[in-house]
């Protein structure tokens, strides 16, 4: 008998891995009112722009990880880099 060979996942993103500094960008372009934070709303659509197939999922994880002051908001001055990192850590990929 020939063993099996392992399955590739359903959906295989393709592209370029995004960049720390492109991640920044996208994340400060959702602060739609730019009052320096980023709410629920404007994570999830920023997660949805780099392809999440769950962004309100990937926004409640963001910011479980981010959100040190437990505001509900990520701080675009000083909580936005743990939330960066969690996303790298998630290798979203340029169309």
Excluded at 35 to 46: N, T
Aim: aromatic share 10%; with cysteine; hydrophobic share 35%.
């Amino acid at each position: 008998m020939g063993r099996k060979e392992k399955t590739k996942p359903e959906i295989e993103h393709k592209g370029v891995p995004y960049t720390r500094q492109q991640i920044i960008d996208i994340f400060k372009g959702f602060d739609k009112n730019g009052d320096g934070k980023l709410s629920w709303d404007e994570v999830k659509a920023a997660f949805a722009k780099l392809g999440a197939l769950l962004p309100d999922y990937r926004a409640w994880r963001g910011r479980r990880c981010a959100d040190a002051d437990k505001d509900g908001f990520i701080s675009l001055e000083t909580e936005l880099n743990e939330l960066v990192t969690y996303t790298l850590e998630l290798e979203y990929k340029s169309k």
